[in-house]
């Protein structure tokens, strides 16, 4: 058991009144250079929108670095927050701009594809649930990615992979998030 | 906190302990909402890397003083018993964090929380919304003015309420750090009928949801005090820390 650590406890079913934020989603402008939009629906075990769920992504910035002092490679742009967070509507939709996170070196070394890291609160669920999005169009680094590596099951690690509409604008990506049933999205104890 | 490990891909970072224990399991089958909305596959370890050692450091600009009053941004005064609810954000080996956004939202004192789909036959109180933020100081301190939350009725099984409590977001200075959880108040005669406290397995970690009351931080004449301290992750127990190194302590 770990020392005195704090519990944790579901956000309810109220947490839209203090959690979200006017600029939440907007990890960067729209009309900024590279923006790309990310949306998705949070879906429980029965295939129904979850409609009081909260998304929080967390990722480096294009070039792979963050603006923090725990990243020893240093430098790190302050200006990108890196951090977006929305509540999900009445169809259970979530939707967070941003920016491409560039590939990052892997502690064990090799490198890391493109990703964000993703928290998952709602009501019903006693503590986050953390998974990761990937990109359907990186494809070499994806398939050297460590931790898409670690997941036997291809079926299983295709549910990280964010998907593009045929046809679609470039800089449009979906990712569902089913939190049990089928084709239920891998999670992480991190 | 969290001394840096050399690993083959010559990055030094810190690492987290695992949470081990302490939380609720997701399925928590008495908690009714959580069948639905539970993983059924295992969840996959995942090693620590640099999305997962830092974290978005991030609040100070999003936050003012009066942020930290929920009794002070209306035209008159909240209904309730005024409280004062203080305590220290630290890590697991009791280092502060400082500078770390905290964020509270909470039901008015009948147990009505200002929100839409809150249908409790309880007066709304349009003195107060619920919500606060600040910031924690040097110590790692954060404060809160408030009045004290009412229990409040929920459908999860006949005759079922929620003990009085105070939901407390935190960020810490990693994404491996980030936390939610309810602060409840000491005493409450809710706490056996309640899935959500009890879902916490360990007896002794529940204890640690429950504030203290404390006449130190009580204001005569004014308003009663309580005190929670949060206690995050912090380095792995197996990390060797060099003296004197506190790299929790800059921002």
């Given at each position: 058991m770990s020392g005195p650590l704090t519990p944790s406890q579901t956000v309810g079913p109220f947490l839209a009144i203090g959690l979200p934020w006017p600029d939440g989603p907007w990890v960067v402008d729209e009309d900024a250079a590279?923006?790309?939009t990310i949306t998705g629906q949070v879906l429980d075990g029965a295939g129904e929108p979850v409609t009081d769920a909260l998304v929080e992504t967390w990722q480096a910035g294009p070039d792979g670095s963050f603006a923090h002092p725990d990243d020893p490679r240093g430098g790190g742009d302050a200006q990108f927050r890196g951090f977006g967070r929305c509540p999900t509507d009445a169809q259970g939709r979530y939707q967070i701009i941003t920016l491409r996170?560039?590939?990052l070196p892997d502690p064990a070394g090799g490198t890391q594809a493109p990703h964000l890291d993703v928290s998952v609160f709602a009501r019903g669920l006693l503590d986050r649930?953390?998974?990761r999005i990937y990109f359907p169009d990186e494809e070499a680094a994806n398939a050297?990615?460590?931790?898409?590596?670690s997941i036997a099951d291809p079926g299983r690690r295709a549910t990280l992979v964010a998907a593009v509409r045929p046809g679609g604008p470039p800089g449009e990506f979906r990712f569902d998030i089913r939190l049990q049933g089928g084709r239920e999205t891998v999670f992480f104890d991190v | 906190m969290t001394a840096p490990v050399p690993a083959a891909g010559g990055l030094n970072l810190p690492r987290y302990e695992r949470a081990e224990g302490v939380h609720p399991p997701l399925e928590s089958p008495q908690y009714r909402s959580s069948l639905l909305r539970s993983p059924k596959w295992p969840l996959v370890p995942l090693a620590q890397g640099l999305t997962e050692v830092t974290g978005p450091l991030l609040g100070a600009e999003r936050v003012t003083a009066?942020?930290?009053d929920l009794t002070g941004r209306h035209a008159g005064e909240p209904i309730g018993e005024r409280i004062i609810v203080t305590g220290r954000v630290l890590d697991s080996g009791g280092r502060p964090i400082a500078g770390t956004l905290v964020e509270i939202w909470q039901a008015n004192s009948a147990g009505r929380y200002a929100h839409r789909v809150d249908d409790h036959?309880?007066?709304l109180d349009p003195n107060f919304d619920g919500v606060g933020r600040?910031?924690?100081d040097?110590?790692?301190?954060?404060?809160?003015?408030?009045?004290k939350p009412g229990a409040y009725p929920w459908k999860n099984h006949l005759n079922a309420w929620r003990p009085a409590h105070i939901h407390f977001s935190l960020f810490g200075r990693a994404f491996t750090q980030r936390l939610v959880t309810q602060m409840y108040f000491p005493g409450d005669p809710l706490f056996a009928q309640d899935p959500i406290f009890n879902s916490v397995p360990d007896p002794a970690a529940r204890e640690r949801l429950i504030a203290r009351f404390d006449l130190a931080v009580t204001q005569p004449d004014w308003a009663l005090g309580y005190q929670w301290d949060i206690v995050l992750r912090g380095p792995a127990a197996t990390v060797f820390e060099p003296a004197g190194e506190h790299r929790g302590e800059h921002r």
């Open positions: 590279g923006a790309i996170p560039g590939p649930v953390v998974t050297a990615d460590p931790a898409l590596a | 009066a942020d930290a036959p309880a007066p600040c910031m924690t040097s110590d790692g301190r954060y404060r809160f003015i408030t009045i």
